[in-house]
């Protein structure tokens, strides 16, 4: 699967996802726009997570409620 990254801070996050995981300072290594292999999906509570290597080439969970 292909996702592409629409936002790359904590702040655009909605609730769930801010309170349970991140904060508005967050910081994601990812380019606006740019394109990502998923490696694999999980579900955390109510928000869904998606693995993906980032710029800095390093798998990591991206949630998103």
């Known amino acids: 699967m292909i996702a592409r990254c629409i936002f790359n ?8 996802a801010r309170d349970s995981f991140y904060t508005e ?3 994601f290594h990812l380019v606006v726009g740019k394109e990502y ?8 509570e109510t928000v869904l997570g998606a693995l993906v290597c980032d710029e800095t080439g390093k798998p990591g969970w991206l949630k998103r409620a």
């Open 37 to 44: 292999v998923v490696l694999g999906l999980g579900l955390f």
């Open 25 to 27: 300072d967050t910081v």
């Open 9 to 16: 801070s904590g702040s655009d996050l909605s609730n769930p």
